[in-house]
């Protein structure tokens, strides 16, 4: 249960700002980006003057999202209020707030969230942050409009991929009707942000299956920049590969590498699993996340993280 006295000095602060800066992590996902749309425009709503930045900008897959071309990749001007949303950690925003003094709310469900600002509202129980923003908008004296309410569903249905994680229950469901009842096109939402592919992601994602291997209960593949090349695939992300892989019946960890430059390369981890807990993995490498996602960034050539990856999942996970 959110602390009652630290969403009244959020509300409170809200209130008495007039120019806020809201922020969100790095390679943002469809939670990223609906709660800082979300938070973003009930502000504007408000009457409020915001900045909506993330420092990679958009991923093409969530353009579809009023409003989202608002977002910058860095700060401008000056603001007397800073919101995090759905980072764990300060780093993950990124250089963005290299400049700020004070972060002064975070709002996030990681269970590994560092507590970085003077008010952090976190809920390790919600299965995205845009959940515990669908509590604490009107909390805030903030309005959820249509546009508001697709945000805040469209957070929902990626984290949960559908609505299928495990660690959904019956409030979020309720959640998703009521935004649905304010004006939210649950369906249209649903086939844009999950199920929807273009045909160069397909072709990437074909890339990655033909390269699939199998050890234990441990699936993984790779993508590489080649790969990206021949598919034509115009972001730097794995098109959801991770989340096909996963759902292999033999996979009890799906795992999956993604070339960002020949020496770095992300890292994602997947269970449906309740006896595994990949995040414990992805802090190994100082990534983080949830016990049945999480992921990180890693300095090395594909071939070399790959190998170690690989080891230490089966090490730390399958005891082998």
Known sequence: MMNKDLVEQTRQKIEQAQRVLVCSHTRPDGDAIGSLLALGQALQDAGKYVQMVSEDGVPSALRFLPGSEQIRNHPEDGFDLVIVVDSSKLDRV???????????????????????????????AAVSTTQILTRLLPAFGLEISPVIAADLLTGMITDTIGFK???????????????????????????????????????????????LKRQNGLIWTVLTLENRKNAKY???????LVNIISAIDSADVALIFVEQNPNQIKVSWRTRSLEIDVSKVAHQYGGGGHRAAAGAMIEGSLQDVQADVVQTTQRMIFKK
């Open 94 to 124: 990124g250089a963005v707030l290299d400049e700020v003094d004070q972060i002064d709310i975070n709002i996030d469900h990681h269970p590994d969230n560092s507590q970085f600002a003077q008010i952090n509202l976190v809920d390790a």
């Open 165 to 211: 994680t495990d660690n959904m229950h019956p409030e979020v469901l309720r959640m998703a009707a009521e935004l649905y009842e304010l004006g939210a096109d649950l369906p249209t939402l649903y086939h844009n942000a999950v199920a929807a592919k273009t045909f160069e992601a397909a072709r990437y994602m074909g890339e990655g299956l033909s390269q």
């Open 234 to 240: 115009p972001g730097r992300d794995d098109a959801d």
